[in-house]
T-cell receptor
Framework: NAGVTQTPKFQVLKTGQSMTLQCAQD?????MSWYRQDPGMGLRLIHYSVGAGITDQGEVPNGYNVSRSTTEDFPLRLLSAAPSQTSVYFC???????????FGSGTQLSVL | GENVEQHPSTLSVQEGDSAVIKCTYSDSASNYFPWYKQELGKRPQLIIDIRSNVGEKKDQRIAVTLNKTAKHFSLHITETQPEDSAVYFC????????????FGTGTRLLVSP
């Protein structure tokens, strides 16, 4: 198993550009989520999904969209990037009845 | 919603010493409290967790204690080693399938040889 795979690893955007961060898992996990990590602020939940077709907001959802068309994939979309979205983004998944979160390797995003 | 506070933000110890990291939570309905370790440039990984029906849990050199009345829980690392150097995050969530896991702000632990 590859586990949780995130692409790209690094990305630089200009303010106003759009992009999609990709996340895929091959462990048949129903639950998937996106976190952003900022210095001194820990990991903050952006959006999460408990299964295909079901998504919900976390603590900091503004400026981000998600969809879940398959069990394996959970992309995160930035429609109009802002400097405040400069961060490291982690995708994480787990079984519905499980507790342990499996994290991807992260995407370092810079918005200029 | 839940709010998790974590202290200290940085902790420096000598190899062989013990290290303690403390977290407080605000939501009395939270019942699951994991700890994640993140080495430099790596992804967070679960190292130990505890549910609210247990007061203490140990796994070799690490242990977690929970005080539900005071709404705080702590991570204890004994006989620290240089490879314990990392950022440690506590977290808390309610029982509803642990959908919204709220993390603390992290503690950077440095273990000097």
């Amino acid at each position: 198993n590859a586990g949780v795979t995130q692409t790209p690893k690094f990305q630089v955007l200009k303010t106003g550009q759009s992009m999609t961060l990709q996340c895929a898992q091959d462990m048949n996990h129903e639950y998937m989520s996106w976190y952003r990590q900022d210095p001194g602020m820990g990991l903050r939940l952006i959006h999460y999904s408990v299964g295909a077709g079901i998504t919900d907001q976390g603590e900091v959802p503004n400026g981000y969209n998600v969809s879940r068309s398959t069990t394996e994939d959970f992309p995160l979309r930035l429609l109009s990037a802002a400097p405040s979205q400069t961060s490291v983004y982690f995708c994480a998944s787990r079984l519905t009845q499980g507790e342990k979160l499996f994290f991807g390797s992260g995407t370092q995003l810079s918005v200029l | 919603g839940e709010n998790v506070e974590q202290h200290p933000s940085t902790l420096s110890v000598q190899e062989g010493d013990s290290a303690v990291i403390k977290c407080t939570y605000s939501d009395s309905a939270s019942n699951y409290f994991p700890w994640y370790k993140q080495e430099l440039g790596k992804r967070p990984q679960l190292i130990i967790d505890i549910r609210s029906n247990v007061g203490e849990k140990k796994d070799q050199r690490i242990a977690v204690t929970l005080n539900k009345t005071a709404k705080h829980f702590s991570l204890h690392i004994t006989e620290t080693q240089p490879e314990d150097s990392a950022v440690y995050f506590c977290a808390a969530s309610r029982p509803i399938s642990f959908q919204k896991l709220v993390f603390g702000t992290g503690t950077r632990l440095l273990v000097s040889p």
